[in-house]
């Protein structure tokens, strides 16, 4: 299938981070060309009063906790974990998991996300079926803990490379492995599932330094800091994600540059658990860390949307630092797309010739995004979910016209496995 998308404002975010008035010809499920085309092709989309820009890249979240969204509120971390959120897992169906999923990824698709990183621990094999079915593009794994009472490490890691196995020749999903965190899991779990990682040539995801109380266990226990323990065992390296990665200090922040590992900041789940460590993104980025952004779960953020995330990262970074200037637009938007892109391990991030065909089209004539003196403050300050008008996923419009294909059965699913729910 082809699609041209017709007299366009194209944010690129390519090497140059052009900013381009035309076209954009998308041929099966990549870019074949940006500029000026005079093509015949099987639908044509007209963009004028549209800006097309590369969807985000969401590299942490648990999508199928959409079914606890607004459970287990006003509770710090790890209260809420182990009294709320720990136990209703334990009684999730695979039918929940599945339909949870298809609802998050509704709201990925209608907030201008196209790919994302999830960590989960029950019924995996659900949530990639259903995001492939709905059509979003994923790295998705079967999260391991062997540290709380039923879990054994040679069992996890069974699973989670059987998943992996099974997962290995999908198109929009791919496998990683992930181990849940330093507090969770054993250091031999830890080091067999980076080795199993390396072998088969996958990403490493993992929670790390999310709480103040984490930190001083493992300090305690290693007579490490949590990336000191972790780099001491192999696991930090340009293959590796560490989600949140907050309560950290300088020698850490230039562990993590100096592997090339990336860092998933997730700042509004972050307020809203009052961990207290602000992610320091600036030290990251300028000590060669691949710095990008995820919303963490609905149950803990209570949304998906990463324009929010965006203007929050931004916004905590300016008041940690005392100043104004301390990150461009330019660079909170590369953490949201191309940075993103590099973490996860897929070709897409920015829209150029050769990329995969991930595309948002936003309404650029919205009273909140006029006028135009700065096209990327627009984007990260000014932009949210109502201006997404259209979303291509993998060469296909997944969302026209504000439209998502059986997004009413999706929602009125939801709302009745979870009427009488806990």
Same mark, same amino acid.
């Given at each position: 299938m082809s699609i041209l998308i017709k007299n366009a404002t194209i944010v690129t975010q390519n090497e140059k981070r052009e900013i381009l008035e035309g076209d954009i010809l998308i041929q099966g499920n990549e870019i074949a060309e940006v500029g000026k085309v005079d093509e015949k092709t099987d639908s044509v989309i007209d963009a004028s009063g549209k800006m097309a820009i590369p969807g985000f890249v969401n590299t942490h979240t648990h999508i199928s906790m959409t079914v606890f969204r607004g459970y287990g509120e006003g509770l710090p971390l790890h209260d809420w974990l182990n009294k709320k959120i720990w136990p209703a897992e334990a009684k999730l169906t695979a039918e929940e998991v599945y339909w949870g999923t298809l609802l998050g990824a509704c709201e990925m698709i209608r907030s201008g996300t196209t790919c994302y990183s999830d960590m989960y621990i029950v019924h995996t094999d659900e949530i990639a079926k259903a995001t492939e079915k709905i059509g979003l593009r994923a790295l998705i794994p079967r999260a391991m803990f062997d540290l709380l009472p039923g879990r054994d490490a040679k069992k996890e890691l069974k699973e989670a490379v059987e998943f992996a196995e099974r997962w290995n020749k999908h198109h929009l999903v791919k496998p990683c492995i992930s181990a849940h965190a330093p507090f969770t899991c054993s250091?031999?779990?830890?080091? #067999? $599932?980076?080795?199993? $990682?390396?072998?088969?040539?996958?990403? &490493?995801?993992?929670?790390?330094?999310?709480? +103040?109380?984490?930190v001083f266990d493992i300090l305690k226990e290693k007579?490490? +800091?949590? &990336?000191?323990? %972790?780099?001491?065992?192999?696991?930090?390296?340009?293959?590796? %994600?560490f989600a949140h990665a907050g309560w950290v200090t300088k020698r850490e922040i230039g562990i993590v540059g100096k592997n090339k590992a990336s860092i998933s900041s997730c700042p509004v789940s972050n307020l809203k658990l009052a961990t207290g460590g602000i992610c320091q993104l600036t030290e990251y980025d300028e000590l060669g860390a691949n710095v990008t952004l995820g919303t963490d779960g609905a149950a803990s953020n209570n949304?998906?949307?990463? &324009?929010?995330?965006?203007?929050? $990262?931004?916004? %905590?970074?300016?008041?940690?630092?005392? #100043? $104004?200037n301390i990150l461009s637009a330019q660079k909170i938007f590369d953490f949201a797309t191309i940075n993103g892109a590099k973490a996860l391990g897929f070709n897409n991030g920015s829209i150029e010739k050769g990329k995969l065909a991930d595309i948002v089209l936003l309404d650029k004539n919205a009273p909140n995004m006029v006028p135009f003196h700065d096209v990327l403050a627009n984007l990260v300050y000014s932009a949210n979910p109502s201006n997404v008008a259209d979303v291509i996923i993998n060469g296909k419009i997944v969302m026209e016209n504000k439209k998502i294909e059986n997004e009413g059965k999706i929602i009125e699913k939801v709302k009745e496995l979870t009427r009488n729910y806990l």
């Open positions: 250091e031999e779990l830890l080091v #067999k $599932a980076k080795e199993e $990682a390396n072998r088969k040539n996958l990403k &490493f995801h993992m929670h790390v330094s999310e709480t +103040r109380k984490e007579k490490k +800091r949590p &990336f000191e323990y %972790l780099n001491s065992i192999g696991l930090v390296d340009e293959h590796s %994600l949304s998906l949307d990463m &324009f929010e995330t965006m203007k929050m $990262a931004s916004l %905590l970074q300016k008041h940690h630092y005392w #100043k $104004a």
